[in-house]
């Protein structure tokens, strides 16, 4: 079954009581036993419900993956993975990534005895040194977020399996569409949900795709123990976005390649981030591991002007200043002082992060309108 196929139809089947289409809102917290412990496979909401089990299955078919489960919220996938561990054990995670992920691995389960390593990634070179006989798990992102380095999963994978170490691979930027980390050799893809995945910038959730059933019913343990789960509207809700997924990615790869050609042109920008361009260091890593490069990048002003960068993003029209990103419409963030303000500043510098960086969710709206915003924002 090929994606757009799997899309809307994978783990879905009409409702065997009406027949209705689309999977029906279990809008219920508990479900009526017929004798104490005997049930129709659902006993309470927290635990199961039919509209997540839908989605989950359906999750799962996109990645290639076996077992799909859902969080409420990316960050709380990203708590369910590293309660996996114990004191003492070592997480050695990508320098470039998502300041929410920094915070929650530094400091929360930092101060429960997890330790944490953060190295460039894009050579895995910088990987086989640090590891130890306590490391656990590898995490990364590809594209990373924000700077959009690519990290070669295959080659980190080749590093981590004979040390049975775990690798994890936020795969939120890419989305299944473009990107299936299982394939290559992860253990673990996790999502924000909320992004492409939902694409309509309606719903909060998180999930993980795996295969090996043993670490699959130790994540539904903390799931249910733990109680991070979706309401069933919110599965509702990524059920029909993820139904146009391969189409809404086509328009924001095609939108994204035509603004990042555009601003590197443009005679105020110093730098664009993209691996869609060919003189992105990550270019042809990015032709190999993904299908399209994505809708996501970020750009640098001249002069490394704060207040102009601020401006620009002030003076937009169609490109919202907001949080997230993978919604239809186009966004524009401040990593530094929003998505990645937990990160120090020192360390942001020291991975490249500056304060001038502006970073785009290019949507899906013409693209003619897209640059003329652009234009007469920068200008």
Not at 43 to 55: D, K
Not at 65 to 86: E, N, P, V
């Amino acid at each position: 079954m090929k994606f757009g196929t799997k899309a809307i139809h994978a783990g879905i089947e009409p409702d065997p009581t009406t027949g209705a289409i689309m999977t029906p809102i279990y809008q219920t917290s508990t479900y009526v036993q017929e004798s104490p412990g005997k049930h129709k496979g659902y006993e309470y909401a927290r635990t199961q419900n039919p509209t997540r089990t839908v989605l989950q299955n359906n999750l799962a078919a996109l990645e290639n993956g076996k077992h799909g489960i859902c969080y409420s919220s990316g960050l709380g996938a990203t708590d369910a993975i590293l309660k996996l561990f114990k004191p003492g054990d070592e997480i050695i995670a990508s320098n470039d990534l998502y300041g929410g992920t920094y915070r929650i691995m530094v400091r929360v389960f930092q101060e429960f005895g997890l330790k944490f390593t953060f190295v460039d990634l894009s050579n895995p070179v910088n990987l086989e040194s640090l590891i130890t006989p306590a490391t656990k798990m590898v995490w990364i992102e590809t594209p990373t977020n924000p700077l959009l380095r690519l990290v070669d999963i295959e080659a980190i994978a080749a590093i981590t399996k004979p040390h049975n170490i775990q690798l994890v691979v936020d795969n939120t930027f890419a989305s299944p569409y473009l990107q299936n980390p299982l394939d290559l050799g992860a253990d673990i893809v996790m999502h924000s949900v909320t992004k492409y995945l939902g694409g309509h910038s309606d719903t909060v959730m998180g999930a993980i795709i795996l295969n090996d059933d043993e670490t699959a019913q130790r994540l539904a343990f903390i799931q249910n123990a733990c109680g991070a789960v979706p309401g069933p509207q919110d599965c509702f809700l990524v059920l029909r976005g993820i139904k146009t997924l391969h189409i809404r990615m086509q328009r924001h790869c095609e939108n994204a390649i035509k603004v990042a050609q555009y601003l590197q042109q443009h005679p105020k920008v110093s730098k664009v981030y993209y691996p869609g361009l060919e003189s992105h260091p990550g270019h042809e890593l990015a032709k190999k591991q993904m299908r399209s490069f994505g809708g996501m990048l970020s750009f640098e002003l001249k002069g490394d002007s704060m207040p102009e960068a601020v401006h620009v993003m002030e003076s937009f029209n169609v490109f919202s200043l907001a949080e997230s990103l993978g919604g239809v419409e186009s966004l524009c963030t401040h990593p530094a002082s929003m998505t990645h303000a937990s990160i120090p500043k020192e360390e942001r510098l020291k991975n490249g992060l500056k304060d001038t960086l502006i970073r785009l969710s290019v949507g899906i709206e013409d693209i003619e309108d897209l640059i003329q915003d652009l234009e007469q924002a920068i200008n």
